[in-house]
């Protein structure tokens, strides 16, 4: 049986799963608003899953958040790069999926994990991995769109892990260096950068490498001077025994080195941790940042609730979370290196 046929049947064996837990109307799942009063909000700030978030504050006001394909179990199938938007941060909207129906990605066999949203030469870039567990030749592509909710526009291949010649070639991160385009990209088998061409559609020259094996899903931000790489570690998905955890480094350039608060550098340290599990929530990783009007920064990732760790179809269940980042003498860090589990101030917008 070709892996084509088996993943089908597994999509099938999910919605029918997925059939006998859901509700008559078959409605679409809703963000939960659990904000205590008005001007607080409190964890997590969407449900049921956001795996792997990605935001962008877009030009028409709102903020939008896109997703790991995922099934939520409520008899609608996967969804292919779910998107989410809100006016706070705090509620949530589902809006849709990023690709058409029977339009996505389909260059090669797999699931379209840990997109990654920038705007770019006035589009909308999404940069995705196609790939499937224990796949032995993973990659990157990208496609664009007009407007944040889509449809996109997919234009094939970016980079392809035996090609490129890094393994597992999966959780791309764009970053802009004033004018000259990088895709940073790696999960436990080094994290590597490579420069794109102008229109951010094809690779430069050959890959560099900026981290060690401990890490996957880099995200770069720069601040005062310094790139910051944010980074996870340990097992994303293993409900609530997952071990995944945020570390950070940072470094004047953009192609390193990248230092932690030590000054080790993280091709052979583990960085900074900055997130780790509470005693409510496990796995917490895989973030992205995003700055209210203060200019005060915000962590978006997802993480696992311990009393509710996995789907009905038995995958873990990843809500999106959001917390404040505190910064102090030039490093980032959260409060008390915990998902935030009590009633908090919401950004302010």
């Not at 997703?67 to 790069?81: A, F, I, L, S």
């Not at 706070?88 to 999926?97: A, H, S």
């Not at 590597?192 to 430069?204: A, R, S, W």
């Not at 910051?228 to 080195?257: D, Q, W």
């Amino acid at each position: 049986m070709s892996k084509k046929w088996i993943r089908s049947l597994l999509i099938l064996a999910a919605v029918f799963v997925g059939l006998a837990g859901c509700n008559e109307k078959n409605e679409k799942p809703a963000a939960k608003n659990l904000s205590p009063k008005s001007g607080e909000f409190q964890n997590p700030v969407f449900e049921p899953v956001m795996a792997d978030p990605s935001i962008i504050e877009a030009d028409d006001g709102y903020f939008y958040v896109y997703g790991t394909e995922d099934n939520w179990g409520d008899g609608m199938g996967p969804r292919y790069v779910p998107v989410v938007r809100s006016k706070d941060l705090v509620k949530w909207d589902y809006v849709g999926e990023a690709f058409e129906a029977g339009l996505s990605p389909n260059w090669k066999e797999g699931g379209i994990w840990a997109p990654d949203i920038r705007y770019y030469q006035n589009k909308y870039y999404l940069y995705y991995s196609l790939s499937t567990w224990g796949d032995e030749d993973p990659g990157i592509g990208v496609a664009t769109s007009d407007v944040p909710e889509g449809p996109f526009t997919d234009h094939g291949k970016l980079l392809r892990s035996l090609e490129i010649g890094v393994d597992n070639s999966i959780d791309p991160a764009f970053y802009d260096d004033n004018g000259t385009p990088y895709l940073f990209w790696g999960s436990f088998h080094g994290i590597y950068g490579i420069e794109l061409t102008k229109d951010g559609l094809k690779t430069v020259g050959n890959p560099f490498q900026v981290a060690g094996n401990a890490f996957e899903a880099p995200y770069i931000m720069k601040k005062n001077g310094y790139y910051y790489m944010f980074l996870s570690l340990g097992s994303c998905c293993e409900g609530e025994n997952s071990t995944y955890h945020v570390a950070v480094a940072r470094s004047k350039s953009i192609k390193g080195p990248y230092l932690d608060k030590d000054g080790k550098d993280i091709m052979t340290s583990n960085g900074t941790v900055i997130l780790a599990s509470s005693k409510n929530f496990a796995g917490p990783g895989h973030n992205a940042i995003i700055t209210d009007k203060e200019g005060k920064d915000w962590i978006v990732y997802h993480a696992i609730q311990k009393d509710e760790p996995k789907m009905i179809s038995g995958i873990t269940r990843r809500p999106l979370m959001l917390d404040p980042i505190i910064w102090k003498d030039g490093w980032p860090s959260i409060k008390k290196q915990e998902p935030g589990e009590k009633p908090q101030k919401a950004p302010k917008l």
